[in-house]
Structures are given as C-alpha cells and as structure tokens.
C-alpha cells in the first residue's frame, strides 16, 4: 500500500512541526490533540492550514500511516484496538519532566519503544522523529541530495515496515540511519548524545555505529543485563 | 510597519552567578548585589524593563525575584520591573498578587507580572506539586489570578488551594490593575489562552529562526478576535552578548552560553551543543550576539518580522564577569538601542541583506 494519508496524534509542538512537513511533502494529513476538536482547530488552520484537524478514532482510521507524538505517559490514554493492522511511527521517548517518575512509566528492563510495541500488540511500531529537537525537524528539512541535509535514526523489527517509514522520512527531508531492532530506540533517548542533536547522515552513523563507546551507550550496557 | 516611538527594549537576567576575573565565582548573595547595581545602570541608560527570573537551582542566584526586583525599585526612576518569569503553577496566586502590589507601591507603579509555566520544573516537588498536574495547575491558578488582578472582593474554589469566599486581597495598586503578560514557549495552547484572558504577550525565543514564530503572531490576532479581546504588541526575548569587538563577543558567549545549556541540558539529556549549532543560532537562530552594529541589524530583522512591540535581551548566561556584564548592559543601552530604532525608521532593514 501506498502511504497517502498521515495520521498525528498529538497537536503540539512536535506533531504541528510533522504536520507541516507531511502537507509539504503532499500528503494528506489528519491530526489530533488531546481533547475535543474545538480545542484545536484554530490552531491547527493557523499554523497548519491543510491538515484536518479531528479525533484520534478519525485520525487512525483515515490514515495510512500514524505518527504518536504525544507525551509517552499517555500512550495508554488510546484505545490500542485502534491501532490493529497499522503501521506506526513511534516519535516519543521518556521525558522525565512531562512523564514523571520512568519506574511509574516504564518497566527498568525494556526501552520506551517495546513497551509501545506492547501495549500496541496489533499493530507495527518502527521508531524516528524523536531525536532531533522540533525546531530542527522545521527548519532543517531539505529535499533530498541537499549538501546540508540532515538525517534521522529509523529503526524497528519489522524490515519492510521499516523500509516504508525510511522512505517516508525521505519525503519528509530526512536521510536514514536505518537500524531493524526497535530495541535500538534507546540509542537516541534523553542522555544519548545524538538526543537534541541536528547531524548529517556520517555524523549520526558514525556515532549509531560506535554507539558503545559513548558514555550514554556504556550506562545503557551496563543497565541491560541481558546483553 | 513597526511603531518605532513606542518600541520598548529590556534586559532580563535569570540570576546567572557572576565570575570573578580569576574565573572563580562569586557567592549567589554577590550575584544578587550585582543584579541590583545592573537594575540601576539599566535605569540611568534608559533601558525600559529590567526582567529577573526565578530558578531554584544552584546555578542561579534568585529565587525571590521580587525581593531583587524591589531593591532596584528603591535605587530606580523609571525602569519598569518584571519577573521573567513568575512560576504561577507552583506559586499560590494570591501571594503572587501581594508580592506584585507591594512592589508597585514601592516603584510608583513600575511593577511588572510575568506569568509562566517556567521552563524548569524544580520548583514543584519543592512546594509539594506534581509534574504531571503541569497543565491543570496554571489553567486553575491563572484563572484565580485573574480575579485577583480585577482588585476586587474574591469568589473561588479549585482543586489546588483553599477555596475564597468574597474574600478581600491587600494592598489595592493605585492603578487598580497590575500591568500582567504571559510568557510563552512555543505551545500553541499558551497563546491561546493568553488570549483568552486579555493578556500581553512575550515570547521566548531561545532557539531556531524567530521566522518560526510567525504563524503565532496570526494565532494570538485570530485568538484574541475570537475571544472578542484586545491585541496588545507583542513582545520577544531571547539570549545574547555584546562586546566591543565581534570576535571577542562571538567567544564570550560561545563559552558562556554553551555551559549554561550543557549544564541545564544534563538533567534534560539533551547532546551538548556543537559549535556549530552555536554558529548558526548567533547568524540566523535566536542568539542575538557580537559588535553592537551586528547585534543591532539582528535585532531590527527580528522585530521587523515578528512586528514586535518590544525585545528584550537575557544578559549574564553562564558564568559572566561584573566588567562582561556591566558593558554589554552598556552598549546595548547606548548603541545597540538607538541603532535599531534608527534602522527601523529609515526602513534600512527591510533591504538590508544579512
């Protein structure tokens, strides 16, 4: 299937900057904020004018591809049967100031994203977005064979699923780093030295690539026991 | 086109610790002396507003911006005095009202209200709130404040504090009203509801082209027409460094600005940031920064663009001598200022290609 229809859930600062790169790009975009329509509307035909502004059953329904970009202690606010059979971007990490306490978000034993993976059980989850701070996803988009363009961490379990989203995040302005273990979302969290940064494409392999020798890579080995 | 006779310009410091030349630091009580003396060197320049923050963290010295703010009321004319800005969700507003007509007493009504959900968070598990109330608890005490503001006998109950029952709040300002904005972020929903209540507009740019803010400027006219309430100019503030020369401007506050945000960007696990992130912020971003002619023609772009009401530039990021901070104060007063006006009434910036 094509990917014609970008569905975002999450009106805010990330999921307005996505919306407006997606309308760009010439796709069409649905999107949702956290309460009623009313509450978005006029924010999302001022700073988005072209996407629809409506409710995440709409949202998921009409898309052909969701973007989650809502804070990560409320994914458990959406209904997960929503998301059966659909392929999903999964741009949110653990944000201590927004998500509270991690041990009351997130199990200590697994990455933010396998437990979306988890929650989500029918659909498939592949990772990006998420480390690159939304002025930079506004402003440093470029089409693609740009000297200065930049790129983005896109990883998942599902390869094909991956494949799709690293072609999506291409239209988008984006080169990939492509990675097929969701687990690898930890790479780019809070505390990664590649979180908050805007690197070409050989910047951010060469760091993903030697990602344990970091500081951030060394503390992540050395909390996961089983690796 | 930009009302250049009514453009006003301020400072604002979050209470940075102040360096020594040695490069050691000097003690927060220093640093808050400090800030007095800049309040009254900002007044004697001319310099409309003289903004002071509140962190409570031990990279800042002030806490109790109002206790600083009303120190330089007694030392100052004509400066206005803001907090940049007052944490209302973790303040009890009727306090916030208190403290605020006090120092408009002091001041001859020169006291000003900015109201903020603040980019720092420590203040809430210090005063016994929880993160994720962030949202409800502004919504809610904005809404008390507001009541408060009109100076008359109150009616209230939320879910955060006690309730009031016609309940009479002292002193009375001799304006009748607190001059109040509400510092924005970058969330659509902030500008909504600054807005919604009729209140001016500040919005803090501290990263990435001001451009990016355009849109907001439609968002907050649609808002306010919408909510069938007025349109106050808005205004911006943003970080930035002046010295004499470029160069040694351009690495003051590389050194300055960059330990400031490396610092706060550890507990926020962000990267540190590159040099040239920093390069790009001070050309095109939202780091107003070198000789006074280049700091000048940036900040006239900026308000040219946004058709701004007012700027105001955050001083003393990092850990900055009494002589770095006292010229920069300086030269913005006595060049940067009259340079921008100058560029904006001879419409010099709307060619001017930089």
């Given at each position: 299937m094509t990917i014609k229809r970008i569905g975002i859930i999450g009106a805010g600062k990330v999921g307005i900057v996505l919306a407006g790169l997606a309308l760009k790009a010439g796709y069409e975009v649905r999107i949702s904020g956290s309460g009623s329509v009313s509450k978005i509307e006029l924010t999302i035909e001022t700073l988005v004018p072209g996407a629809v502004a409506s409710e995440n059953a709409d949202v998921i329904a009409n898309s052909d591809l969701i973007i989650l970009a809502i804070p990560l202690s409320r994914y458990h606010n959406i209904d997960p049967q929503l998301l059966n059979g659909k392929l999903v971007i999964d741009a949110m990490n653990y944000w201590w100031e927004t998500d509270g306490i991690r041990e009351e978000v997130l199990t200590p034993d697994s990455t933010s994203s396998e437990q979306v993976q988890a929650y989500f059980k029918g659909s498939t989850i592949v990772k990006t977005f998420n480390h690159m701070g939304y002025h930079n996803l506004q402003e440093d988009a470029r089409p693609k064979g740009t000297k200065d363009r930049k790129a983005l961490f896109v990883t998942g379990n599902n390869s094909e699923a991956v494949t799709k989203v690293a072609q999506f995040v291409d239209t988008m302005g984006f080169d990939q780093v492509v990675?097929?273990?969701?687990?690898?979302?930890i790479m780019t969290e809070p505390g990664s030295p590649l979180f908050g940064a805007s690197l070409n494409y050989q910047d951010l392999k060469n760091i993903i690539d030697h990602f344990d020798q970091t500081e951030f890579g060394k503390k992540v080995a050395a909390s996961t026991h089983h690796e | 086109m930009v009302d250049v006779n009514n453009l006003e310009f301020g400072i604002e410091t979050f209470g940075d610790i102040v360096a020594n030349e040695d490069g050691s630091l000097k003690t927060a009580a220093e640093s808050i002396r400090q800030i007095v003396r800049e309040g009254e060197l900002a007044d004697q320049y001319g310099i409309n507003v003289i903004g002071v923050g509140e962190h409570h963290r031990p990279d800042y010295s002030v806490s109790s911006p109002e206790t600083v703010l009303a120190a330089i009321a007694a030392v100052t004319k004509n400066i206005k005095l803001a907090t940049a800005v007052t944490v209302l969700s973790s303040d009890d507003p009727v306090r916030v009202y208190e403290r605020f007509a006090t120092l408009d007493g002091l001041s001859n009504g020169r006291a000003q209200v900015m109201l903020g959900?603040?980019?720092?968070?420590?203040s809430f598990p210090l005063f016994g709130y929880d993160l994720t109330d962030y949202d409800d608890l502004f919504n809610e005490k904005l809404v008390l404040y507001d009541q408060l503001r009109k100076e008359k006998p109150v009616t209230w109950s939320g879910k955060f504090r006690p309730s009031l029952k016609a309940q009479e709040v002292y002193p009375k300002t001799e304006k009748g009203e607190l001059e109040t904005y509400i510092g924005i972020g970058g969330s659509p929903e902030s500008i909504i509801r600054a807005a919604r209540f009729g209140y001016k507009v500040i919005i803090a740019i501290i990263g990435g082209q001001a451009e990016r803010f355009k849109p907001y400027m439609d968002l907050y006219h649609k808002a306010a027409q919408k909510f069938d309430m007025p349109v106050y100019p808005v205004a911006v503030h943003s970080h930035g460094f002046i010295a004499d020369d470029k160069n040694e401007a351009v690495e003051v506050a590389f050194k300055n600005i960059k330990a400031n945000f490396d610092r706060i960007g550890l507990t926020r696990g962000w990267a540190p940031m590159s040099r040239e992130q920093f390069d790009n912020e001070t050309k095109v971003g939202s780091f107003y920064v070198g000789d006074p002619e280049t700091v000048a023609q940036r900040i006239a772009k900026t308000i040219q663009l946004l058709d701004l009401g007012r700027f105001d530039l955050v001083y003393g990021a990092g850990n900055q001598t009494v002589a770095q901070r006292e010229r920069m104060i300086e030269l913005y007063a006595t060049k940067v200022i009259p340079r921008v006006k100058e560029i904006l009434s001879t419409k010099e910036g709307e060619n001017h290609d930089h």
């Open positions: 990675h097929y273990h969701l687990a690898d979302g | 959900r603040g980019s720092f968070t420590e």
